[in-house]
């Protein structure tokens, strides 16, 4: 049998894992002097009421070794195999950790770097879940399958602010003010596992029809997961997306999945963002 683990970069909470039949360990969350774990002992509802109200970016932390070690004994302690995938290893030391911990079990446990993060890994984990639950008898072959398709992942997002990326260090203190001052609406990607800013637009409607643009230039696999996400208190800025970004998904798909993003993007991206992943055709 597969068990199936990743780390909370994939915006999985706890109350979910646990009616999906996977492991998800989270990584530290802090703010000052309190830690949490993220979408385990703080939702992600409450990540960002805490992020709004904060004066300060919080301060998150990779699953170590240890934990890592500890969970896949557990899961292999029966004869199953393990398949992990992690958040990319350019954004996280969770990765590395998570094949060091491998190397313990004898070839029973198979690690994938998601080479994303948020939407983009749960996608990767959606299809693992779906091979898995097809019938999939090997996590070898799974893995393998996983690492084929993950350079068609594409994770496009529409960002309210820059000041977290200021605050974040990603952007200069000039580019943040210059861009609230003229109501620029960055969008970002990961490409090659790191975080790329890809385009810029004056205002939301302009934002949102550049990711429109860029999503269908790849075109979309409906055959595969798909996902859109939001940060912040509302979804009415990703539900409005839906409604004036119809012609994406019109005939083509009788649901669009979406979910509150967490802390792992969250506290690089703030509130206010929508975002769409998929995997290219």
Known sequence: MI????????????GLAESLGITVLPMSVRFGSEE???GFTLSHEQFFERLIESDELPQTSQVNEFTFAENFARLTAEGDEVLAITISS?????HSSAVK???KFGGKVFVVDSCSAALGQRILLNYAIRLVEGGATSAAEVAAELNRVKGKIRL???????KFLRKGGRISTITAMAGTMLSIKPVITIENGEVKLIGKAVGSKKGNNLLNQIAQKSGID?????VL???GLSDALLKKYITDSQHLWKDKTDELPYYLIGSTIGTHVGPGAIA?????K
């Open 276 to 280: 769409v992943a998929f995997f290219a």
């Open 36 to 38: 949490f774990t993220d």
């Open 156 to 162: 496009l997002a529409v960002l309210d602010t820059l």
């Open 229 to 231: 996400g939001y940060s």
């Open 3 to 14: 068990k199936i683990l990743s780390d909370s970069g994939c915006d999985v909470e706890k």
């Open 90 to 94: 350019k954004l996280s030391g969770t």
């Open 222 to 226: 409906f055959d595969m997961p798909y």
């Open 101 to 103: 911990a491998s190397k």
